[in-house]
């Protein structure tokens, strides 16, 4: 996904306070730093748009099939660890 994203700050106040991921020009992500109040601790929030999100995932091409409801994407499998794992191609 990281290889699709177009990235860049929000225009807002203060201007970097959110990035912004894009996909063929459309806000996908989201990521803000929020200080909300004096009370709250500084937050971290992360948006996805959903319908937009999984039409980037859905562009991926699967690279390994792990089990019935796991399938892995690019070189992930390769984090699986040490694991005798028993895979094969998609």
């Not at 991921?21 to 709250?40: I, P, T, W």
């Not at 601790?41 to 690279?63: D, G």
């Not at 390994?64 to 070189?75: I, L, M």
């Amino acid at each position: 996904m990281g290889d699709a994203f177009e990235v860049a700050n929000s225009r807002g106040n203060p201007p970097e306070q959110k990035a912004i991921f894009k996909y063929r020009g459309y806000n996908v992500a989201e990521l803000e730093m929020r200080n909300d109040s004096r009370q709250h601790y500084q937050e971290i929030r992360f948006n996805m748009i959903v319908p937009k999100a999984m039409e980037l995932l859905l562009t991926i091409e699967p690279a390994r099939v792990f089990s019935e409801n796991v399938t892995v994407y690019g070189g992930a499998f390769r984090t699986f660890g040490n694991w005798q794992l028993e895979w094969r191609e998609a």
